[in-house]
């Protein structure tokens, strides 16, 4: 079946520190990929999506993520964490008309 | 734009007890779906629909039905509660065309069964 991994589900940084949160999905071509952010005691809000044939693709507040065919990766990142990106945040495939999450990675900001 | 609408926002029910959730989006999508939210587990599909008169079951369907009459609305009845069911519940929807359209979600509706 298609899924997706999100390896870490708690990830902690330092403000203003590099933001690295990992997705690998199982091999399928192509892949329909998805970050969402949820914040606490709200709904998901969409990050960004992957656009085909697009390596780097730049997502709102600043977030973007690299594409790697030959690790099967989706990984997110932002180069400076802001205390307002204290959030859970989740990896989604879409495939045979059906989105599945990641088990999502909830990241807290250290002040 | 109202977008995607959940109602209620909070319920709460005696196990053994029948509800609805409703959804209703008014963006003419015809791709709409149900999850669930429970901690450590990101969100199960419950059940979709690609379009008025077309549902089909997700990964979790069991204790739950859906039907879609219209485009606009998608209702998921409970028929008959019961604990496993306390959760938060998302509905979502979608454009039909490119498989990267994203979905537009509701903002949940917070489920206890006691």
């Given at each position: 079946a298609q899924s997706v991994t999100q390896l870490g589900s708690h990830v902690s940084v330092s403000e203003g520190a590099l933001?690295?949160?990992?997705?690998?999905y199982s091999s399928s071509v192509p892949p329909y990929l998805f970050w969402y952010v949820q914040y606490p005691n709200q709904g998901l809000?969409?990050?960004l999506k992957y656009t085909t044939g697009a390596t780097l693709v730049k997502?709102?507040?600043?977030?973007?993520?690299?594409f790697k065919k030959s690790e099967t990766s989706f990984h997110l990142t932002?180069?400076?964490?802001?205390?307002s990106d204290a959030a859970e945040y989740f990896c989604v495939r879409f495939g045979n008309e059906k989105l599945t999450f990641g088990t999502g990675t909830r990241l807290t900001i250290i002040p | 734009n109202a977008g995607v609408?959940?109602?209620?926002?909070?319920q709460v029910l005696k196990t053994g007890q029948s509800m609805t959730l409703q959804c209703a989006q008014d963006m003419n999508h015809e791709y709409m779906s149900w999850y669930r939210q429970d901690p450590g587990m990101g969100l199960r599909l419950i059940h979709y629909s690609v379009g008025a008169g077309i549902t089909d079951q997700?990964?979790?369907?069991n204790g739950y039905n859906v039907s879609r009459s219209t485009t606009e609305d998608f209702p998921l009845r409970l028929l008959s509660a019961a604990p496993s069911q306390t959760s938060v519940y998302f509905c979502g929807s979608r454009a039909p065309r490119g498989d990267n359209s994203p979905l537009h979600f509701g903002?949940?509706?917070?489920?206890t069964v006691t």
């Open positions: 933001v690295l949160l990992r997705c690998n809000q969409l990050l997502g709102i507040n600043g977030f973007e993520a690299e932002k180069p400076s964490a802001h205390m | 609408t959940q109602t209620p926002k909070f997700g990964e979790v369907p903002n949940g509706t917070r489920l």
